[in-house]
């Protein structure tokens, strides 16, 4: 139905006002009590869905990504589709309007989006307020840093959105990633990654010892684009600063074998979707084999079907997340993907 009915209608129009309006009329939606319904459309519970990563037990391992609910709005409605966490952000110290409009286009030829948001955001505050009420899901916070806050002042960005959601989330995400924040992807650079992440380990003690409660798990979100030597780096920052565990991957810079016009393709930004999967793969895999498996990765990148999910699981992460699958496939996907883990489990 979502395919043959309603993407054709919201496909009509400008992506970034579809996204805003589907929002207000899933709020609208779920205030008026159709919360359950789409519960019992779309979620699946079952104990062999659950997965213990990090301390947290995930009532399944399908993840909604950041960027989607980036204001921490609608958490608890998204996760009425059957989302088993559900990632907020990226958030940056100050609000930000973001890159000018036009920003976000769907390559619909190739299942794909490119994107150039450029972190817009309310500020992470606003979010923190916003997550004060009940969650009915786990929660990730995705931090960033503002656009005016140069490289070398970039900790303290982090730093201040870290103390700001101590309180209000379960893990937390350090994306150094997004292709759309100039200069942002060169925090991926061995040196300044390490001081960021041992930075974030600091407070992130001092914290849990002021406030007498456990460390919040600090993951990586990267980039597809990293050469294999950047992500040897990776992995011996993952070990030397004993973060929890790695995002593979962010967007992608590349714009190899696209079938649409060209003037989408040099659209600039960070494309996502089906011709990513690959990629992303890749890395979840080099990863995986290559640090003999010895953090949790989240994957993430070209999910369009419960196939694509399993690839990305037997490749090596043990959770995975969705953005652009979720808006060619609809709801339905999350489903999809795990009922087919329920029925691999069950072989
Ligand atoms: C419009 C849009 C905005 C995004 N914003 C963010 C963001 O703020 N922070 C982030 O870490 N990733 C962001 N992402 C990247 C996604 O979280 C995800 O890593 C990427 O899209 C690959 O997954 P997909 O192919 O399932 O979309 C964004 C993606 C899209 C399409």
């Given at each position: ?290 640090s003999n498996k010895s953090f949790p990765i989240i994957g993430v990148g070209g999910i369009h079907s419960a196939e694509d999910a399993i690839e990305k699981l037997e490749a090596g992460a043990d959770l995975i997340q969705l953005w652009t699958g979720f808006v060619y496939e609809g709801p339905g996907l999350v ?13």
């Open positions: 139905m979502y395919r043959l009915l309603i993407r054709p209608i919201l496909f009509l129009f400008d992506p970034e006002k579809v996204h805003y309006i589907s929002f207000s009329t899933i709020k609208f939606l779920s205030k008026i009590g159709l919360s359950g319904l789409f519960k019992s459309m779309f979620l699946i519970e079952d104990k062999r869905l659950e997965r213990e990563l990090f301390g947290l037990k995930f009532k399944n391992p399908v993840g909604l990504a950041a960027g989607f609910d980036k204001n921490a709005v609608l958490y608890n409605e998204l996760s009425d589709f059957g989302f088993g966490f559900v990632e907020i952000g990226t958030l940056t110290p100050k609000p930000q309007d973001g890159n000018p409009k036009k920003r976000l286009f769907r390559l619909k030829a190739d299942h794909a989006i490119i994107n150039r948001m450029g972190f817009n955001n309310h500020g992470v505050f606003e979010a923190a307020e916003k997550l004060k009420k009940e969650h009915r899901v786990l929660i990730g916070g995705n931090i960033g840093k503002n656009k005016v806050t140069p490289n070398n002042e970039a900790i303290k960005d982090y730093l201040i959105c870290f103390d700001a959601l101590f309180d209000h989330v379960d893990y937390f995400v350090v994306n150094v990633s997004s292709p759309n924040t100039p200069g942002l992807r060169e925090l991926q650079d061995k040196e300044p990654l390490m001081a960021l992440l041992n930075e974030l380990q600091l407070e992130n003690s001092k914290l849990s010892t002021r406030k007498k409660t456990i460390r919040k798990p600090i993951l990586l979100k990267i980039a597809p684009d990293l050469t294999d030597s950047q992500l040897l780096d990776i992995i011996e920052i993952v070990d030397t600063t004993k973060i929890d565990g790695v995002i593979a991957t962010n967007t992608t810079i590349s714009r190899e074998n696209l079938k649409s016009h060209a003037l989408l393709i040099e659209e600039a930004g960070g494309l996502s979707g089906a011709p990513l999967k690959n990629r992303s793969t890749e890395v979840i895999r080099f990863l995986a084999e290559k489903k999809k993907i795990n009922k087919a883990l329920l029925e691999k489990a069950s072989n």
